[in-house]
């Protein structure tokens, strides 16, 4: 008895973009009551040197589309990366599930030991397991910009609580 | 060909206690660099009615300590919770390393179906899977607090990088 590759991997990212969704309906809402400019809260950030929300929140789909697209050898989704106000994040994250959801589990289940090489930006290459690339990498980078997306949000002073990032976890 | 519990909890959560461990590293050598008094910087928060550092990095111990003990069935690791300086802290984080590599694979693989009841501190009852406990619950809420005890630190401009946060995976 032991965990799948898809059952820690798609449902987990499903329960978590879902809960990030309902976090920016209440940052949208938080918008709307107090007349703010949707970009301006789309570019607040915690330190000059950190990304703004909208980075916050493509970091996060793009970490879980990249993690299951690549254990599951298909097709990766892509974004313009243009986006400028809230319903436009939650259309990214809307379409990002789709693909998730579009996977089979027998595309995912087996892929531990699969070698993954990923070339960065930077030019810099490094080699995982499909297994190295899930947990000791996608899901917590994954975790790291949901949260930071959260935090910049609690930040700006809208109420929202650990159950907003929790979400609710889903049947797959 | 599949996950075992053990490597998806134990090596993870010690991976990130110890990147954890080296960004208050780097806030205490901040601290000293700017005369900061070491409670200004545990009691930093990023609005109101969040917790500060301090509870941050408990809430982190507390979740990898109670997920794995509650696998493996072991007693669980306490603390008396009075931490008042980087150096507490630090050793909190390694007294719970020190937990969680004394627990053995065989005592936590075969989890996945194991259930498991918490009476949280509310009353509430809520029931787990040792899979679902893991996945949906403790490695999430574990991520939220290494994350935000990392964005706490960077909004108080100590400079640290994705790097910091993500420590180096571990063979156990």
Chains 1, 2 share one sequence.
């Not at 493509?58 to 990249?66: E, K, L, S, V």
């Amino acid at each position: 008895m032991t965990i799948s590759m898809y059952k820690a991997s798609v449902p987990i990212f499903v329960q978590f973009l879902t809960g990030l969704s309902a976090v920016l309906d209440k940052a949208a809402t938080f918008a709307e009551a107090k007349k703010v400019e949707p970009s301006v809260l789309l570019n607040m950030r915690l330190a000059p040197n950190m990304f703004p929300l909208v980075r916050q929140v493509r970091a996060a789909t793009d970490h879980a589309i990249n993690a299951c697209g690549r254990l599951a050898g298909a097709e990766m989704l892509s974004f313009a990366n243009s986006e400028a106000s809230i319903p436009e994040l939650k259309e990214r994250i809307v379409k990002t599930i789709d693909f998730l959801k579009s996977l089979k589990p027998a595309q995912i289940d087996g892929s531990e030991d699969k070698e993954i090489k990923i070339t960065f930006p930077s030019g810099a290459v490094r080699e995982f397991t499909g297994q190295s690339l899930l947990l000791n990498n996608s899901l917590p980078n994954f975790y790291f910009h949901c949260t930071t997306a959260y935090d910049i949000l609690r930040h700006c002073g809208i109420e929202l609580g650990k159950r907003d990032f929790m979400g609710t976890p889903v049947q797959l």
